[in-house]
């Protein structure tokens, strides 16, 4: 049985459903899972002018404890077509888990949220993948057997790099039932790779 981590950081509460949805997927292979967030490193005065989400569901992660999972599958969203500073803070700190080796052979994801359709989604997922080689992790995408990525009927997102959603500039559009369905899709794929190298 795989041990998977999701690993999220959430301004407004998109990546932290996602992040759910994620769990939920890796659970229904048999994973045992925990969801984490990273610290928030915004300002208190900027927090508070920009409505950031306070009101957190899951605790946060010391980087020390990333070697104690299976897989890693990490949510942020997209700033400027790279992952937000408050994950890139979190890695920032893994260089002792980079030296020693800690994390290669393990299996990494990402699943990421944009303001709109070409808001820099992809470049976001392979941010987070980027650095997850670096550690050595195999990183996993969402493949087109997901085929709720392929739908054109309305707006979705997904790519074979990783679940995604969009949330408007405002930040009032929540992840749709597909993309939801994505992050679980993705979740299980996750997991069951993860059962199978770690078996």
Known sequence: MAKVLVLYYSSYGHIEAM????AEGAASAGATVEI???PETAPQE???AAHFKTDYAHPECDPMDLPNYDAIIVGVPTRFGN???QMQAFWDRTGPLWANGALVG???GAFTSSASQHGGNETTLISVIKT???HGLMAVGLPYAFAGQMDMDEIVGGTPYGASTMAR???SRMPSQIELDGARFQGRHIAEIAAKVAA
């Open 132 to 134: 997850l080689l670096h």
């Open 19 to 22: 992040a759910e949805a994620v």
């Open 169 to 171: 500039g405002d930040g």
């Open 36 to 38: 984490k967030r990273v």
């Open 46 to 48: 900027v927090v508070a």
């Open 106 to 108: 393990k299996v990494g």
């Open 83 to 85: 992952m937000a500073s």
